[in-house]
């Protein structure tokens, strides 16, 4: 039964009643946003195309630019979609969610793509810029170089690189979350359990991050410099062109540099991309695309978990932002390597094969130095005498490899068109872990923490120990078809078959784990009730192996629960302006919670976890996105869940229940030639967790009341070839709390001003 909670009050409604009546009140304010952009429908399929123009359709050397068609790029049946160059906020087809191409209204499950023009809109440089700003995801900051996702109440543990599940480490911090989007067309978040395309059943979202292709056989280089008020700088050179004269064999390189200091004092980070594409077409029915990229990530004097929560005398803490418990030796660098491979045949106008193949190779070396409180040794806030001290040094090297083979297609039965596809994948990874020996004793104390600056010597490592071998992997089936049972009605049924098995030593644990033939059913419906709204349902189960441990050291079972969803979705008549109102209701068991801050026996400072028993979450979640007028372009999006177990306790309070965020762009061509200006706000309601005063023993709920960022922008061309641009962020300068566990703090960026200069030619 659906049950949500506002204003701390709740209500147990009639599940169906309740969910038609709520989404047709809600998506009121979002169907009518959609239905005034049908006034300028017309104008806006009538607006010429940019400089990609559908000249990648197979080549350019078979299709010439049109200049009457919507600005999409489109290529072939392989489902690939270019939002690049397109100055759209809106794509006309994913297929994320169950592997079939379909549009935002077939799709029965709520989808938010953050296409190539916002992230430029945002100035977002890494993935977890592009998060921050994306409806209904949460972000928090573990420290210097480690970040947390949320959605619905839930972590997020499941990414995609162009549809291949991808192991991202976020103990380790092998650099993931922070991918250059230099690389990279758009992402994709499909919200709900998608085990049908990703394996784990996870019931919180999966991010799929979308590569730029050799999608152009014309010579275009784009150059950008920009820096911030911290001292960050970075250069970037983007150049496509044709490798042969026909056009059917193009390229495309990538290479960007940032460097500087950030808020935190002392801090350094940069990053080093260079990215690498060629596409071949071979013949009238297939591409081949192969390519590279190398990212080194470099975080110096960097933190190891945040800055200490209590003082001496039981009170909370409360430093200045830019505070900084490190030591000047501390790094947490790292390396990701990507070589992959694709193959797309078309058989006919109606059947495709693709094959996709991913090697990837990751490391980090860390040095750190953790902070932690033990017993009543915290900061004295008259001394400024430091608790606890722990040095840290290993290297972690992971290696994965991942393939995935799919058909796709459409075919006639009973007097209708239907689609269908069938697929399998292959994934494997290999992490170990070695760590440094460190002095037990001999460790210095600080001796004033409100006067540190960094400076405590880099102790003596001893022997190199191999501490993890792990090694996991997972294979699957999967097929699914969309059946239109009538013009308006359509049913997806969809299924997957996996094996998972984990083996190897953690810590000198084994770690050994199997679970064969997981068979994960799929289901959604969706009605058309006129060309521009449709209502749909959809049901997956849940089924996720899980990394965490409990006191003993044993793996907790893995996840099993079911999602439930129910929602309208509506576009405008040339797909430029979509919004959706999604409800869902989520259930699980076995997840993973923290055990009370205990520590897991045998190590020295790896957290425990229980599986908690009935975890629910149930929520609304509302998204308008696209372009409103002829000079306006949004995008909005509202949620709201309660996320319990089954004794009514609340779990994941690390995270927001509410948050709004919205974004905007508005030409002003019309009064100030060649300038747009943009804005935005995001607003959570507060976040918290339950942590023992080390001073009074007692566990007290520690926080981060209401938060709102407001952010704009401006950009001007001063002629067809160059522009500037400049972000402000966190426009009021406000003070918060952007960690979730809070046993540690861990604060977000203040006002910051990036300024942007780009070149094309």
């Known amino acids: 039964m659906f049950m949500i909670t506002h204003s701390r009050k709740q209500y147990k409604p009639n599940p169906l009643s309740w969910c038609v009546k709520r ?55 392989t489902n690939k979609q270019v939002t690049e160059n397109t100055d759209s906020y809106t794509i006309p087809v994913t297929s994320s969610a169950t592997g079939m191409g379909l549009s935002a209204k077939e799709t029965p499950q709520a989808v938010s793509v953050v296409t190539n023009q916002q992230i430029k809109d945002q100035n977002s440089t890494t993935l977890i810029d592009v998060l921050k700003r994306t409806p209904a995801i949460q972000v928090s900051s573990v420290d210097g170089a480690r970040n947390g996702l949320s959605s619905r109440g839930f972590a997020i543990n499941s990414f995609q690189i162009d549809g291949l599940n991808t192991d991202f480490v976020q103990q380790a911090a092998m650099g993931e979350y922070s991918a250059n989007t230099a690389m990279f067309d758009h992402v994709e978040i499909v919200r709900g359990a998608t085990g049908l395309m990703s394996g784990s059943g996870d019931p919180s979202a999966n991010v799929n991050l979308i590569r730029k292709r050799a999608d152009s056989s014309v010579p275009k280089t784009e150059l950008s410099a920009n820096v911030d008020r911290y001292g960050q700088y970075g250069l970037s050179v983007d150049r496509s062109q044709s490798l042969v004269e026909s056009g059917a064999v193009r390229g495309r390189v990538v290479a960007s540099y940032q460097d500087g200091d950030t808020f935190i004092d002392r801090q350094e980070l940069g990053q080093s991309l260079l990215y690498a594409t060629v596409d071949a077409d071979l013949g009238d029915s297939t591409t081949v695309s192969v390519g590279a990229s190398r990212q080194h990530n470099k975080s110096k004097s960097t933190m190891w978990g945040g800055l200490p929560n209590y003082l001496s005398d039981g009170s909370k803490a409360d430093w200045d932002t830019s505070k900084n418990g490190s030591a000047d030796w501390t790094n947490w660098d790292s390396d990701n390597t990507y070589y992959f491979a694709d193959i797309d045949h078309d058989f006919n106008a109606d059947w495709n094969l693709t094959t996709n193949a991913s090697y990837n190779e990751s490391d980090s070396s860390p040095k750190l130095l953790y902070m932690y409180a033990n017993g009543d040794q915290v900061v004295n806030p008259d001394t400024g005498l430091i608790f606890n001290l722990n040095p840290f040094h290993a290297d972690t090297e992971r ?33 170990d872990t070695f760590t440094y020996k460190s002095p037990p004793d001999g460790i210095l104390p600080l001796p004033d923490f409100s006067d540190w600056d960094g400076s405590y010597p880099e102790p003596e490592w001893g022997a190199r120990n191999r501490s993890s071998d792990v090694t996991t992997k997972e294979k699957a089936i999967f097929a699914a078809t969309q059946l239109k049972l009538l013009d308006p009605l359509a049913v997806i049924l969809g299924t997957r078959v996996s094996d998972f098995e984990r083996s190897g030593v953690q810590y000198g644990r084994n770690v050994n784990t199997e679970a064969k033939h997981i068979w994960t059913p799929y289901a959604g419906i969706t009605y058309a009730i006129n060309d521009n709204h449709s209502l749909y349902t959809s049901y997956s189960d849940i089924f996720k192996p899980q990394t965490q441990r409990d006191i003993n050291g044993k793996f907790l079972d893995p996840i099993e629960g079911k999602n439930y969803e129910i929602g309208l979705k509506s576009e405008s008549d040339n797909g430029a302006l979509q919004s959706q109102v999604s409800i869902f209701r989520i259930e699980q068991d076995n997840l993973a919670q923290l055990d009370g801050g205990q520590i897991i026996h045998g190590t020295d400072l790896e957290k425990a976890y229980y599986g908690a028993k009935g975890a629910t979450s149930q929520g609304v979640e ?12 949004a995008s909005v999006g509202y949620t709201h869940f309660n996320a319990e177990d089954n004794k009514g306790k609340t779990v994941n309070t690390g995270f927001a ?80 709390l952007a960690g979730s566990t809070f046993s540690e703090l861990t604060y977000g960026e203040p006002l910051n001003v990036v300024g942007k200069l780009t070149y094309r030619f």
């Open 657 to 736: 229940d509410t948050t709004l965020n919205l974004f905007a762009t508005y030409n002003l061509d019309h009064i100030i030639p060649n300038l747009t200006i943009g804005g935005g706000v995001d607003w959570s309601n507060g976040y918290y967790g339950i942590v023992k005063n080390p001073v009074t023993k007692q566990s007290e709920k520690y926080g981060q009341e209401d938060v709102t960022l407001a952010n704009i922008m401006a950009r001007y061309s001063f002629n067809d070839n160059l522009e500037a641009q400049v972000n402000v962020n966190n426009l009021f300068n406000q003070k918060y």
């Open 23 to 77: 989404t047709m009140h809600l998506s009121a304010i979002a169907s009518l946003a959609v239905s005034s952009s049908m006034i300028h429908a017309e104008v806006s399929q009538q607006q010429p195309i940019n400089d990609n123009g559908i000249e990648i359709n197979r080549g350019d050397n078979r299709s010439e630019p049109s200049t009457t068609l919507p600005t999409i790029v489109v290529m072939a049946e």
């Open 622 to 633: 509302v998204q308008v996105s696209g372009q409103i007028s002829d000079q306006l372009q």
């Open 399 to 431: 290696k994965q490899f991942n393939v995935k083979s799919k058909l796709t297609g459409n075919f006639d039965a009973l007097g209708k068109t239907h689609k269908l596809i069938v697929g399998g994948s292959y994934n494997k990874s290999d992490l």
